[in-house]
């Protein structure tokens, strides 16, 4: 096992390295720069704000020196404001990471609870009222559930503050992000419960006189729990960050929100270092995702 982390952990570097090279090139291939929209600026404040960011140089060499700067926990500083992009994403993902994680709680205990119990009450009306809740919930996009709770909950009825500096209601955006991977882990779960509940040492340990209790929570839930654990990291790292979209309706400053402004401003230094964080983030998620697979079911190698 420890030669399969370590080669994915070299893969992951390879990964991140990979994306770092076709994100900087590719917001340098975009016609326009930082300080374009800088209409008050002089050719003179221009030139010198280049140089200051490095911007005047080839771009192979202006590559080279921020992945020296990387290397040594440098993320630049940012073009529009000035702040240290390293400070900026760790305030940032306190606040996505706050949002994201209550949501991934929910989704993940919410969905193992429901897949479960359609799963024991088959084709009765609690299991197609589950099915049905979580089919809709798939086909409905979280910026359109969040802006219907937005004018619902908080215009409307009033029942619910506006997230502002004064009033984080972690409620509305919290739902907005957790009803799409709720719904997908109930069905999975769903599922993997039934094919479970079919194999033949259920069916042994049934016969053999064992609790319902302990048939269900001991032996069928731990092994249908194995396609939900795969599905869990990749889930994991998605919305801790926090949706874009989900930021911007409800006016949170979180890091998805600082990556889109990153982008409307061609803040060349946010844009990469946010999508660095996302990276090393997802493939972190996707590792500790394979190894807790492994806890799970030991009967799994890695070859």
């Not at 390879?14 to 720069?33: D, H, K, R, S, Y």
């Not at 991934?104 to 609870?113: C, H, K, S, V």
């Amino acid at each position: 096992m420890a030669r399969y982390i370590v080669k994915r952990v070299f893969l992951a570097v390879v990964t991140v390295f990979i994306i770092t090279l076709i994100t900087f090139f590719t917001m340098n291939a975009i016609p326009g720069g930082p300080f374009n929209s800088e209409k008050a600026s002089s050719p003179q404040v221009r030139a010198a704000l280049e140089k200051r960011y490095n911007l005047d140089k080839p771009l192979p060499e202006q590559y080279i020196i921020y992945m020296k700067g990387l290397l040594h926990g440098d993320m630049g500083i940012s073009t529009k404001n000035g702040r240290d992009i390293g400070e900026t994403i760790r305030e940032s993902f306190k606040v996505s990471a706050t949002i994201g994680g209550m949501a991934a709680l929910l989704a993940i205990i919410t969905g193992i609870i429901l897949g479960s119990l359609a799963a024991l009450r088959r084709n009765t009306f609690i299991d197609r009222l589950i099915v049905f809740f979580s089919t809709l919930s798939t086909a409905v996009p979280s910026f359109v559930l969040a802006t219907l709770l937005l004018y619902f909950f908080c215009i409307r009825l009033g029942w619910v503050q506006v997230w502002d500096a004064n009033h984080h209601n972690y409620v509305l955006p919290v739902i907005s992000l957790a009803l799409y991977p709720t719904a997908y882990i109930t069905r999975l779960t769903k599922t993997s419960m039934l094919d479970v509940l079919n194999q033949d040492y259920i069916r042994t340990a049934r016969a053999k006189g064992v609790a319902r209790f302990h048939v269900i929570f001991k032996h069928a839930l731990r092994n249908a729990l194995i396609p939900v654990i795969t599905y869990v990291g990749p889930m994991l790292a998605s919305i801790l960050t926090g949706s874009m979209v989900v930021e911007s309706i409800f006016t949170i400053g979180g890091l998805g929100s600082k990556f889109v402004t990153g982008i409307n401003n061609r803040d060349y230094p946010m844009i990469m270092g946010t999508t660095i964080f996302l990276a090393v983030l997802m493939v972190t998620m996707n590792l500790i995702s394979d190894i807790v697979y492994k806890l799970v079911d030991p009967r799994i190698t890695f070859d």
